[in-house]
């Protein structure tokens, strides 16, 4: 055969080969952003998940904090990145209530979910001396108390925690602001309030609560969750203590700007789940008390919906909504 034929028979192979060697997503490094400051409980959960995904994907996946406004700064980088990829982020429940503070025009609507990752559930305090031995019991004080006579904190006016207990009242069938919430500046003030005898309860997570609890300064009655948290599984769910089928809490997942291609959803979904799966990560979670919430991308967009109805109801009960 001649040279001219041996070149033409190879002709076709020769354009075949780019396609077939298409490298799959990713192919370099990927920024994984985080709306909230490092050392924090998101940040931590998002180092712990880059470092495992760099280990499934085979690409350095490097955290940066972009901070400010709530919250606001972050989810925005993250919406408003190219949809290549190379680009993510975790989105938090502040998602669910910002823009209906008004304080932005974000919604789930702008995030390709990928997964859910962490749900932190609220607690529901009492202090030591408090004559309510179980979440029954409180209830039915609450019921029989004055409007306001009760006082409550675990976090500043509007944050999720203080949702927690407004969403909770109106399971109950009671007004949003029934008991009198005390801002604080986070849930540790709150705690030291509490066992000091300045609040009769607190609703925010029991990792936050968990020093003055283990110092005998206060007790946990329940949590709102669909299940028990693997940290502290002597603390029976809201339903199993009062028959009230009402959950929330601050959640965290994973996520990129809208129309993601698929096939970096299906590689981030894929590599996710065996993340949330492994030792390493269930290990984290436990360590910290956090708890443990696993959703893939349909499964999170559904969940994103329901959050930022629940939201939007509670922030509309308790006078919050701007919008």
């Known amino acids: 055969m001649s040279t001219r034929r041996l070149i033409l028979a190879a002709t076709p192979a020769l354009l075949a080969a780019p396609a077939l060697a298409q490298p799959r997503w990713p192919v370099r490094p990927v920024t ?165 005898g300045g609040l009769d309860i607190t609703t925010n997570s029991v990792p936050e609560a968990r020093a003055i609890i283990e110092a005998g300064r206060a007790r946990s009655l329940a949590v709102m969750a669909p299940s028990r948290i693997g940290a502290f599984p002597n603390i029976p769910t809201l339903r199993e203590a009062t028959g009230v089928d009402f959950s929330t809490g601050a959640w965290r997942g994973i996520a990129g700007p809208a129309n993601l291609p698929r096939e970096v959803v299906a590689a981030m979904s894929a590599a996710l789940k065996r993340i949330y799966d492994g030792a390493e990560y269930q290990g984290f979670l436990n360590g910290r008390g956090f708890g443990g919430t696993w959703a893939d991308p349909e499964g999170f967009a559904t969940h994103l919906a329901a959050a930022d109805r629940q939201m939007g109801e509670a922030m509309r009960a308790a006078g919050l909504a701007r919008t």
Not at 48 to 62: D, H, R, T
Not at 136 to 146: D, F, G, T, V
Not at 150 to 173: E, F, M, P, Y
């Open 32 to 196: 994984m952003l985080c709306p909230w400051a490092a050392g924090g409980g998101t940040d931590a959960v998002l180092r712990i998940v880059a470092a495992q995904l760099e280990k499934e994907l085979g690409q350095p996946f490097n955290v940066v904090n972009r901070t400010g406004g709530s919250g606001v700064v972050g989810h925005a980088a993250i919406s408003g990145a190219a949809p290549d990829g190379y680009t993510l982020g975790i989105i938090t429940v502040e998602i669910a209530m910002l823009h209906w503070q008004g304080l932005t025009e974000l919604s789930f609507r702008n995030f390709t979910p990928l997964g859910l990752m962490n749900n932190d559930p609220p607690g529901i305090q009492v202090g030591r001396d408090s004559p309510h031995q179980d979440a029954r019991a409180l209830e039915a004080a609450i019921k029989a108390s004055r409007p306001g006579q009760l006082k409550a904190s675990g976090t500043g006016q509007g944050g999720i925690w203080h949702l927690a207990l407004a969403g909770w009242l109106g399971a109950i069938g009671l007004r949003a602001d029934h008991v009198r919430w005390v801002p604080s500046n986070g849930a540790a003030p709150a705690m030291q309030d509490l066992a000091a």
